[in-house]
Protein backbone atom coordinates (compact mmCIF):
# COMPACT_ATOMS: atom_id res chain seq x y z
CA UNK A 1 0.00 0.00 0.00
CA UNK A 2 2.84 2.60 0.55
CA UNK A 3 3.50 2.61 -2.62
CA UNK A 4 0.33 3.89 -4.34
CA UNK A 5 -0.94 6.08 -0.99
CA UNK A 6 -0.78 9.68 -0.32
CA UNK A 7 -0.74 9.70 3.64
CA UNK A 8 -3.52 12.04 5.37
CA UNK A 9 -0.50 14.72 7.06
CA UNK A 10 0.90 14.77 3.30
CA UNK A 11 -2.60 15.22 1.79
CA UNK A 12 -2.84 18.58 4.94
CA UNK A 13 0.05 19.70 3.40
CA UNK A 14 -0.98 19.78 -0.18
CA UNK A 15 -4.30 21.38 0.66
CA UNK A 16 -2.70 24.16 3.24
CA UNK A 17 0.29 25.11 0.67
CA UNK A 18 -2.74 26.10 -1.91
CA UNK A 19 -5.41 27.70 0.70
CA UNK A 20 -7.58 24.78 -0.43
CA UNK A 21 -7.48 26.28 -4.27
CA UNK A 22 -7.11 24.62 -7.06
CA UNK A 23 -3.95 25.32 -8.59
CA UNK A 24 -4.63 25.21 -11.89
CA UNK A 25 -7.56 27.04 -11.74
CA UNK A 26 -7.71 28.79 -8.74
CA UNK A 27 -11.27 27.72 -8.31
CA UNK A 28 -12.41 28.31 -4.36
CA UNK A 29 -12.00 24.96 -2.32
CA UNK A 30 -14.66 26.02 -0.04
CA UNK A 31 -17.23 26.67 -2.78
CA UNK A 32 -16.49 23.71 -4.82
CA UNK A 33 -19.41 21.33 -5.71
CA UNK A 34 -16.87 18.63 -5.48
CA UNK A 35 -14.07 17.83 -2.69
CA UNK A 36 -10.16 18.79 -4.51
CA UNK A 37 -8.12 15.92 -5.51
CA UNK A 38 -4.26 15.16 -4.73
CA UNK A 39 -3.04 15.86 -8.29
CA UNK A 40 0.14 14.10 -9.23
CA UNK A 41 2.04 16.81 -11.49
CA UNK A 42 4.20 13.67 -12.77
CA UNK A 43 1.88 11.01 -13.34
CA UNK A 44 2.73 8.05 -11.24
CA UNK A 45 2.28 6.36 -14.72
CA UNK A 46 5.32 8.27 -16.42
CA UNK A 47 7.70 8.10 -13.21
CA UNK A 48 5.88 10.80 -10.86
CA UNK A 49 6.20 10.11 -6.93
CA UNK A 50 3.98 10.90 -4.52
CA UNK A 51 6.86 13.06 -2.72
CA UNK A 52 4.96 16.95 -1.96
CA UNK A 53 7.59 18.51 -4.84
CA UNK A 54 5.05 16.37 -7.21
CA UNK A 55 1.65 16.97 -5.44
CA UNK A 56 -0.68 19.65 -6.26
CA UNK A 57 -4.23 20.37 -5.55
CA UNK A 58 -6.91 20.52 -7.95
CA UNK A 59 -9.92 20.90 -8.30
CA UNK A 60 -12.25 17.65 -9.83
CA UNK A 61 -12.99 19.00 -13.18
CA UNK A 62 -8.64 19.92 -13.65
CA UNK A 63 -7.72 16.92 -12.50
CA UNK A 64 -10.15 15.11 -14.59
CA UNK A 65 -9.26 16.85 -17.66
CA UNK A 66 -5.34 16.69 -17.15
CA UNK A 67 -5.47 12.75 -16.57
CA UNK A 68 -2.00 11.65 -17.18
CA UNK A 69 -1.41 14.44 -19.39
CA UNK A 70 1.84 16.53 -19.44
CA UNK A 71 2.09 18.18 -22.50
CA UNK A 72 -0.36 19.79 -24.91
CA UNK A 73 -0.33 21.75 -27.78
CA UNK A 74 -0.46 25.74 -27.51
CA UNK A 75 -3.72 27.09 -29.94
CA UNK A 76 -2.21 29.57 -30.64
CA UNK A 77 0.73 28.35 -32.37
CA UNK A 78 0.19 24.62 -32.58
CA UNK A 79 3.41 23.74 -30.42
CA UNK A 80 3.66 20.73 -28.34
CA UNK A 81 4.46 22.27 -24.70
CA UNK A 82 4.20 20.86 -21.17
CA UNK A 83 1.14 21.93 -18.75
CA UNK A 84 1.75 24.48 -15.96
CA UNK A 85 3.65 23.04 -12.99
CA UNK A 86 2.62 24.57 -9.97
CA UNK A 87 5.87 23.88 -7.97
CA UNK A 88 8.21 25.30 -10.51
CA UNK A 89 6.15 28.31 -12.07
CA UNK A 90 4.39 30.83 -11.03
CA UNK A 91 0.54 31.32 -11.80
CA UNK A 92 1.27 34.88 -12.47
CA UNK A 93 3.57 34.21 -15.41
CA UNK A 94 1.49 32.35 -17.28
CA UNK A 95 -2.12 33.37 -16.56
CA UNK A 96 -4.03 36.77 -15.74
CA UNK A 97 -7.43 36.75 -15.14
CA UNK A 98 -10.05 38.67 -17.84
CA UNK A 99 -11.76 42.46 -16.56
CA UNK A 100 -14.32 40.78 -14.88
CA UNK A 101 -12.14 38.02 -13.57
CA UNK A 102 -14.45 35.51 -14.59
CA UNK A 103 -11.81 34.18 -17.60
CA UNK A 104 -8.51 32.80 -17.05
CA UNK A 105 -5.95 34.10 -20.04
CA UNK A 106 -3.44 31.68 -20.91
CA UNK A 107 -0.48 34.42 -21.35
CA UNK A 108 2.46 32.21 -22.61
CA UNK A 109 2.71 28.79 -25.00
CA UNK A 110 2.76 26.64 -21.69
CA UNK A 111 -0.65 28.98 -20.02
CA UNK A 112 -2.06 28.45 -23.05
CA UNK A 113 -2.40 24.79 -23.67
CA UNK A 114 -2.63 24.28 -19.73
CA UNK A 115 -6.28 26.58 -20.09
CA UNK A 116 -7.42 24.59 -23.29
CA UNK A 117 -6.38 21.13 -21.53
CA UNK A 118 -7.59 21.93 -18.49
CA UNK A 119 -11.07 23.17 -19.67
CA UNK A 120 -10.53 26.13 -17.16
CA UNK A 121 -12.56 28.41 -18.71
CA UNK A 122 -15.55 26.22 -19.29
CA UNK A 123 -19.51 27.60 -18.56
CA UNK A 124 -19.84 26.13 -14.95
CA UNK A 125 -16.80 27.85 -13.95
CA UNK A 126 -17.23 31.18 -15.26
CA UNK A 127 -20.43 31.72 -13.54
CA UNK A 128 -19.03 30.70 -10.17
CA UNK A 129 -16.31 32.86 -10.52
CA UNK A 130 -18.89 36.12 -11.26
CA UNK A 131 -21.23 34.89 -8.62
CA UNK A 132 -18.34 33.99 -6.47
CA UNK A 133 -16.47 37.76 -7.48
CA UNK A 134 -19.73 39.49 -6.60
CA UNK A 135 -19.95 38.02 -2.97
CA UNK A 136 -16.28 39.26 -2.94
CA UNK A 137 -14.45 36.28 -2.53
CA UNK A 138 -13.14 36.14 -6.20
CA UNK A 139 -10.23 35.84 -7.07
CA UNK A 140 -8.84 34.42 -4.37
CA UNK A 141 -5.69 36.42 -2.34
Known amino acids: ?57 ACQFCNGSKFDKTGAHDPLTGTLVLLYNPRTQFWEEHFIWSDDFTIVIGITPTGRATVNCLKMNREEATNLRAALRDFGVHPPK
Open 1 to 57: MPGNYVSAELRRLVKLRANNNCEYCKALGAYAFHPFHIEHILPLSKGGTHDDSNLAN
